[in-house]
């Protein structure tokens, strides 16, 4: 015969299990996802290496990442000790050369200068295929949570100079990797 707390404990059980089974498996699913830690202290003073490359720019290129949107300028073949760059927030967009004014659409400007030409230096051919003035070729910030616009300002004189109109003035980073700077904008200033 069953003792009076083995068929409680039974029962307890078998009502766990019946319970755990009669949850549908969208609804087991739809716990709360735990939030990315970001990073924090980037800061939005200039930043800047005083390098400088022959081997031009080929691409550039955006992406959208948890904590921050992120502009890749590729340089095919360049070292990352020979990368050369300033980024900094300006409050207008003034092309090399001419000083002539590029609107940038955004809360804020960031100020992108490439120690690289956008051109090949023995022919003067161009190796990216962008207009001053205009918008990145093959870029499409929908979606994105801190960017909001880009121009091409040009490449003169061995530099290559874009705007990137963002939300508002926020920390950023910039990196620099073999064959390519990156140049991170984090979405908030908390990190969170």
Same mark, same amino acid.
């Given at each position: 015969?069953?003792?009076?707390?083995?068929?409680?404990?039974?029962?307890?059980?078998?009502?766990?299990?019946?319970a755990t089974a009669a949850v549908p498996a969208s609804a087991a699913q739809a716990a709360p996802a735990r939030a990315a830690a970001c990073p924090t202290g980037w800061g939005s003073v200039a930043k800047s290496d005083t390098d400088s490359t022959l081997t031009?720019?080929?691409?550039?290129?955006?992406?959208?990442?948890?904590?921050?949107?992120?502009?890749?300028?590729? $340089? &095919?073949?360049?070292?990352? /000790?020979?990368? @050369?760059?300033? !980024?900094?927030? =300006?409050?207008?967009?003034?092309?090399? #050369?001419?000083?002539?004014?590029?609107?940038?659409?955004?809360?804020?400007?960031?100020?992108?200068?490439?120690?690289?030409?956008?051109?090949?230096?023995?022919?003067?051919?161009?190796?990216?295929?962008?207009?001053?003035?205009?918008?990145?070729?093959?870029?499409?910030?929908?979606?994105?949570?801190?960017?909001?616009?880009?121009?091409?300002?040009?490449?003169?004189?061995?530099?290559?100079?874009?705007?990137?109109?963002?939300?508002?003035? $926020? &920390?950023?980073?910039?990196? /620099?990797?073999? @064959?390519?700077? !990156?140049?991170? =904008?984090?979405?908030?200033?908390?990190? #969170?």
């Amino acid at each position: 015969m069953l003792q009076p707390r083995t068929i409680c404990v039974t029962f307890a059980l078998a009502g766990a299990m019946l319970a755990t089974a009669a949850v549908p498996a969208s609804a087991a699913q739809a716990a709360p996802a735990r939030a990315a830690a970001c990073p924090t202290g980037w800061g939005s003073v200039a930043k800047s290496d005083t390098d400088s490359t022959l081997t031009p720019v080929r691409d550039i290129r955006t992406g959208r990442h948890d904590c921050f949107d992120r502009m890749v300028v590729d $340089l &095919p073949g360049a070292t990352a /000790e020979g990368l @050369g760059y300033s !980024v900094r927030y =300006v409050d207008r967009l003034y092309q090399d #050369g001419s000083g002539r004014y590029l609107p940038v659409a955004g809360g804020a400007v960031l100020e992108v200068r490439v120690a690289a030409p956008a051109y090949t230096p023995e022919t003067g051919e161009a190796t990216y295929p962008a207009r001053a003035g205009r918008p990145l070729p093959g870029v499409n910030l929908t979606g994105y949570r801190t960017f909001e616009d880009t121009r091409f300002a040009g490449s003169f004189e061995g530099v290559t100079q874009v705007g990137l109109g963002v939300r508002a003035r $926020l &920390p950023f980073r910039v990196l /620099e990797l073999p @064959g390519r700077l !990156v140049i991170d =904008v984090a979405h908030t200033w908390s990190g #969170g």
